[in-house]
Structure formats: C-alpha cells, structure tokens
C-alpha cells in the first residue's frame, strides 16, 4: 500500500538539505579562509622577522651597506629557500645574457671552449662562423692562458670565461698556446672586439658513406633551422641512417625542442605539459615527418628538453637510445622579469614526453647501456675522444652496420 508524503514533510526534507549544503559549503570556505590566513600570516611573520634583523642591522652594523648588493642577496635566498632546483634569481646582467643566449646569440668573441685541469689553460674546441674569433684567426685547440694580463690559473676557469665575454664593442687581450710546425709551442697575443655572435647549437658530419652524425649542443629557437639543415645536407650527401648525439645537452628552449621533434614524428602528440592544477596541454605533430634508421645517445648529462627528445624517438619507436641513463628533470620552467631588469625562474609544469611517464627524478634508460671508458676519460676530456674511443658512438656504429 503505497503511502502518501505531506507537502510539510517534504519542505522540511528540502530544507535540512539545503542547509547542510549550505553548511559544507560554509565549512570549506571557512577552510580556505583559515589557510589563506595562516599563509598570510606565515608570511607576515617572515617579513617582520625581516624587518627586525634589518632595523638592528643598520643600527649597529659599524660596515657600509650596498643596497643593491643587499637586494639581489634577499630575493636570491627567497628563491633558494623554495625548494626548487631550478629556480633562480638573475640580476639585471646576468637576466640580459640569459635572454640574449636563449634568442640564440651571445655577445664576446665567439668560441666554445673547455677547461683542461692539467694545464688549468682554457682550450678553444671550436670557433663559431662570422665571430670575431673567426676573423681574428683563432683555432680550434689553442690554449688561452692570459687574458689581458690575468693568468688563468690564477682567475679560475667561470671567472676567466666571463672576462673572456665582455660587452658589445669593447677588446679583449688573449695570449694563446699554439703548437706549430714540429709540435713546438707558439705563442701569440691576439686582440678580439667583442660582437654579438650566433650561437652554433648543431653540428654534423658523415661517419660513413651511409651514416650521418648530428651533434645537438642545446635546444634555442634557432636549433630547429640548423636541424633541419643539417638533416638535408646530410642527406644531399647520401645519408641514410643517423645518429643524434645529445650527451652534455642541458635541454633549453620549449619551443626549439617541439618544433626540433616536429621534423622528425608523424603525426600525434609531442608533448603534455601537465600544470599545477593537473589539467593537461598537449602539444601535436604534423604529419610530415623523417622515414629513416636513427639512434641517439644519451648519458647522465642528458637533461630536460635532451631528455624529451631521446624519450620522445624512442616512444614513436623511431630511435634506439644507446649510452647511459640521463640526468631526470621532467620539470618546465617560467622566466619572469621584475622591473628593474632582473628576472627569476621557477618550475611552473611538469612536461611529460608523448605516451612516456615523467622522468623527473628518474631519467630516460637506453635500450642498450654503455659506457665510455673511464681510463679514457682520466686523460682526456669528453669532446676530444676520438670516434674509436668513444666507446658508445662504435656502438651505434656497429648497430647500422652490422
């Protein structure tokens, strides 16, 4: 027997739903009030403490205070103390050559350069096209030793470098080490006027009649165009099967990795970028795209967008990764500028490679695991091993080949 439900039963029904609604509601907005709060006072307490210790510092500090000096120190140990890896605070200057270099240019002379720790000399691996370098005449393998009248040893390898750099316009002095004919050792004082300089991101070679060597430094906006140059004049030459070399590639730009990828995947997803609140962007292909054997080597200095490369080539099963497993750092970063020129970063995404996990603190693994020498690598640094010492190129080698 079915019973009829009065009207007041149902409007008191209604009513108690409405108000326990309206009581959860309340309860989570109290919630996110209360946390809002104690983030508000949390850091309110850290700038009175601030405060504090700045108000007794200039009231007994017998020293001269530089406010700019001081400035750049307080936000610098505000980025540090976020826990971030990869954050960073760049003072004006620093900020200024960060974005230069990322728009794939750089002001100085024009060389890559490595530091021999036997010789504490700073050697010159190559010199980039159209440099002052170039025009001045400087080599790869010479030894710098002085620059101006400082001594390298005596400076130190970062602090030489960035002596070396300079602004636009002004000369530096370099005394170089030169072995001559009959291996007797020149030296030669050579003036350089410092210029804006393209940065060379990929180089390229034939290993073979058959196989293409590309060596990718770094990830900038201009990597995609010497990519896809290198790629046709290698295959202009009668390559077919090509190794990618990204060993020591610290990754870089977001838009030179996709559009880098974009040349080499069929059509589908690149990358998926995943934001904090968890929604997913996801960045596709065309459907164009390189029909070829590839592999590409890796080591535990493979990091970020050089990561996303290899794993991404190894998901579309276009690659066989050969080396050792990267670095892991799945993590994007945002640069913001502040107002007087300075400029942080901090880690805005999570960038996760196209049907892969993210490798953040995990890395990419190779299919096949090598490594180089490391008699070898005692006597000589990375980038001058020859082809028959580095052990992980013979590998590749021997893949296409065999």
């Given at each position: 027997?079915?019973?009829?439900?009065?009207?007041?039963?149902?409007?008191?029904?209604?009513?108690?739903?409405?108000?326990?609604?309206?009581?959860?509601?309340?309860?989570?907005t109290?919630?996110?009030?209360?946390?809002?709060?104690?983030?508000?006072?949390?850091?309110?307490?850290?700038?009175?403490?601030?405060?504090?210790?700045?108000?007794?510092?200039?009231?007994?500090?017998?020293?001269?205070?530089?406010?700019?000096?001081?400035?750049?120190?307080?936000?610098?140990?505000?980025?540090?103390?976020?826990?971030?890896?990869?954050?960073?605070?760049?003072?004006?200057?620093?900020?200024?050559?960060?974005?230069?270099?990322?728009?794939?240019?750089?002001?100085?002379?024009?060389?890559?350069?490595?530091?021999?720790?036997?010789?504490?000399?700073?050697?010159?691996?190559?010199?980039?096209?159209d440099s002052?370098?170039?025009?001045?005449?400087?080599?790869?393998?010479?030894?710098?030793?002085?620059?101006?009248?400082?001594?390298?040893?005596?400076?130190?390898?970062?602090?030489?470098?960035?002596?070396?750099?300079?602004?636009?316009?002004?000369e530096?002095?370099?005394?170089?080490?030169?072995?001559?004919?009959?291996?007797?050792?020149?030296?030669?004082?050579?003036?350089?006027?410092?210029?804006?300089?393209?940065?060379?991101?990929v180089?390229?070679?034939?290993?073979?009649?058959?196989?293409?060597?590309?060596?990718i430094?770094?990830?900038?906006?201009?990597?995609?165009?010497?990519?896809?140059?290198?790629?046709?004049?290698?295959?202009?030459?009668?390559?077919?099967?090509?190794?990618?070399?990204?060993?020591?590639?610290?990754?870089?730009?977001?838009?030179?990795?996709?559009?880098?990828?974009?040349?080499?995947?069929?059509?589908?997803p690149?990358?998926?970028?995943?934001?904090?609140?968890?929604?997913?962007?996801?960045?596709?292909?065309?459907a164009?795209?390189?029909?070829?054997?590839?592999?590409?080597?890796?080591?535990?200095?493979?990091?970020?967008?050089?990561?996303?490369?290899?794993?991404?080539?190894?998901?579309?099963?276009?690659?066989?990764?050969?080396?050792?497993?990267?670095?892991?750092?799945?993590?994007?970063?945002?640069?913001?500028?502040?107002?007087?020129?300075?400029?942080i970063?901090?880690?805005?995404?999570?960038?996760?490679?196209p049907?892969?996990?993210?490798?953040?603190?995990?890395?990419?693994s190779?299919?096949i695991?090598?490594?180089?020498?490391?008699e070898?690598?005692?006597?000589?640094?990375?980038?001058?091993?020859?082809?028959?010492?580095?052990?992980?190129?013979?590998?590749?080698?021997?893949?296409?080949?065999q």
């Open positions: 027997m079915n019973k009829k439900v009065s009207v007041s039963f149902t409007l008191m029904i209604t009513s108690l739903a409405v108000l326990v609604t309206f009581m959860l509601t309340y309860v989570n109290i919630n996110a009030a209360d946390r809002k709060l104690q983030d508000t006072l949390g850091s309110r307490n850290a700038y009175s403490k601030l405060y504090d210790v700045d108000k007794i510092v200039r009231d007994m500090y017998i020293g001269e205070i530089e406010e700019q000096k001081l400035t750049d120190s307080i936000i610098d140990g505000y980025i540090r103390g976020i826990g971030d890896r990869y954050a960073e605070y760049m003072p004006r200057e620093k900020f200024a050559d960060f974005l230069q270099e990322n728009r794939g240019t750089m002001v100085g002379i024009g060389v890559r350069v490595i530091f021999d720790n036997d010789k504490n000399l700073i050697e010159v691996i190559s010199v980039m096209p002052p370098a170039e025009a001045g005449g400087m080599l790869p393998g010479d030894l710098i030793y002085k620059v101006g009248d400082e001594f390298i040893a005596e400076l130190g390898y970062f602090a030489s470098v960035e002596k070396i750099k300079g602004a636009k316009g002004t530096v002095t370099l005394t170089i080490l030169r072995k001559g004919i009959n291996i007797n050792i020149e030296e030669k004082i050579m003036k350089f006027i410092r210029d804006e300089v393209s940065m060379q991101t180089s390229s070679r034939k290993i073979n009649e058959n196989i293409g060597y590309i060596r430094l770094e990830f900038n906006k201009e990597t995609p165009n010497e990519f896809i140059s290198a790629m046709t004049e290698l295959q202009r030459d009668g390559a077919e099967q090509f190794i990618f070399d990204v060993r020591y590639n610290p990754g870089g730009d977001l838009d030179g990795i996709q559009k880098t990828l974009d040349y080499l995947l069929p059509e589908g690149i990358i998926r970028i995943v934001y904090k609140d968890g929604h997913e962007e996801v960045k596709y292909s065309d164009n795209h390189i029909n070829a054997p590839m592999i590409v080597l890796i080591n535990e200095n493979t990091a970020s967008a050089a990561e996303l490369f290899a794993a991404a080539l190894r998901d579309y099963e276009k690659a066989t990764l050969i080396g050792m497993k990267t670095y892991g750092k799945g993590t994007m970063q945002t640069i913001l500028g502040l107002g007087d020129g300075s400029g970063r901090i880690s805005q995404y999570m960038y996760n490679p049907y892969g996990g993210n490798y953040e603190n995990i890395g990419v190779p299919h695991e090598i490594k180089l020498p490391e070898v690598l005692k006597e000589k640094n990375f980038y001058k091993l020859t082809d028959e010492e580095d052990t992980q190129l013979q590998e590749a080698v021997k893949r296409f080949t």
